[in-house]
């Protein structure tokens, strides 16, 4: 299993553009999720998904979208990319909303946004 | 949602027990404690959970005290890759991993 993958690795956009981080997980997983990370924040919820065509917000979702159209895939969408939203995006994953099930977490994707 | 409470930063000897402590006074009765991990450019680790008892995988032991306020995350014997900042979590009723600041453990030789 590749487990977590994210595409790019790294990315730079000017302010107003739109792009979409992709996340793809290979172990059927029904829960996905979306995190950045700034420094001396920690990691923050954007969205999460407990399965597919199911998607709802967490702690900081302004200005990025989400959809579920499948079980592996889990886009981030960001619409008019602002300097507020350069951060490391962390997508992840786990079998169920349960309490006990353990996530697994990507490599990340660096943005910039100048 | 509980929170939790970390020391911002630890050393340990290399070989050496690495012992990092978390306080989580405010866990409900069906609120597990996970531990998970992050070295430097990497996506965070997970390490090991528990809801009472005490628990034991290959990476690293558990201790949940009896009253479930605090717990620590014992590496038995560290080494220089588990230099990284450690997250003590616990995981509110929706399932949601909230992330804290974490305690950044340096393993020096």
């Known amino acids: 299993n590749a487990g977590v993958t994210q595409t790019p690795k790294f990315q730079v956009l000017k302010t107003g553009q739109s792009m979409t981080l992709q996340c793809a997980q290979d172990?059927?997983?029904?829960?996905m999720s979306w995190y950045r990370q700034d420094p001396g924040m920690g990691l923050r919820l954007i969205h999460y998904?407990?399965?597919?065509?199911?998607?709802d917000q967490g702690e900081v979702p302004n200005g990025y979208n989400v959809s579920r159209s499948t079980t592996e895939d889990f886009p981030l969408r960001l619409l008019s990319a602002a300097p507020s939203q350069t951060s490391v995006y962390f997508c992840?994953?786990?079998?169920?909303?349960?309490?006990?099930?353990?996530?697994?977490f990507g490599p990340g994707t660096r943005l910039t946004v100048t | 949602d509980a929170k939790t409470t970390q020391p911002p930063s630890m050393d340990c000897a290399e070989g050496r027990a690495a012992n990092l402590p978390c306080n989580h006074s405010?866990?409900?009765?069906?609120?597990?404690v996970y531990w998970y991990r992050q070295i430097h450019s990497q996506g965070p680790q997970y390490i090991i959970h528990?809801?009472?008892n005490n628990e034991t995988n290959e990476m690293a032991s558990l201790i949940i005290t009896e009253d479930r306020k605090s717990s620590t995350l014992i590496l038995p014997h560290a080494t220089l890759r588990d230099t990284a900042v450690y997250y003590c979590?616990?995981?509110?009723?929706?399932?949601?991993?909230?992330f804290g600041q974490g305690t950044e453990l340096s393993v020096k030789p």
């Open positions: 992840a994953s786990k079998t169920g909303p349960a309490l006990s099930y353990e996530q697994y």
């Open positions: 172990m059927n997983h029904e829960y």
């Open positions: 998904s407990v399965g597919a065509g199911i998607t």
């Open positions: 405010t866990i409900s009765g069906n609120e597990y």
């Open positions: 528990g809801l009472k």
């Open positions: 979590i616990v995981r509110n009723q929706g399932g949601k991993l909230i």
